[in-house]
């Protein structure tokens, strides 16, 4: 997760930097960005309840709204929202040539499914970074392992990360 976008405190006010951040968003969630993101507004709008709120849309929209805070007299930054959403854009981004992107996407699409996937993609990345081969499986039916580790000489383990 070397993202050049994380360069710390002082990158929460730069408006290019949250503009690139909540592009990328989009462009993880592809052509489902635009429906998700309505419903969302719906949602928010009708006070749907926190938890019916999907986590994603919601990070992206306070991005949203300190960027546009930004050119005010008093501009206030959503850090907390800002950090989380660069969070979970560095997560994602380097699966996106996994085979099992697809799978990914129809989970971070999903409220309830977003967290955990963000947590699982980062325990396997931090997995790798110390030298694990990780192979992340298609869900099939029924419950199916996150994915499958070795260390370098070992036999495959299925690993089943436990998150909300």
Known sequence: MNDPNMKGLA????????TTVM????????????ELRRVFLRRR????S???LHTLLA????????????????????????ARLRYAVAVLEPWRDDPTWPDIVNAIKTPKE???TVIMLATAHLLLD???????????QGRTPD???AAPGQEWLNVDVKAP
């Open 11 to 18: 990158s929460l006010g730069d408006p290019q930097i949250l």
């Open 23 to 34: 592009a990328q968003t989009r462009t993880l969630l592809g052509e489902s960005f635009d």
């Open 45 to 48: 709008a009708g006070r749907a």
């Open 50 to 52: 926190q938890e019916k």
């Open 59 to 82: 990070l992206f929209e306070a991005t949203r709204d300190s960027v546009d805070s930004l050119v005010k007299p008093r501009p206030v930054a959503a850090g907390f929202e800002i």
């Open 114 to 116: 977003f967290g955990h």
């Open 130 to 140: 110390f030298g694990n081969n990780v192979e992340l499986l298609r869900r099939g």
């Open 147 to 149: 994915f499958r580790l």
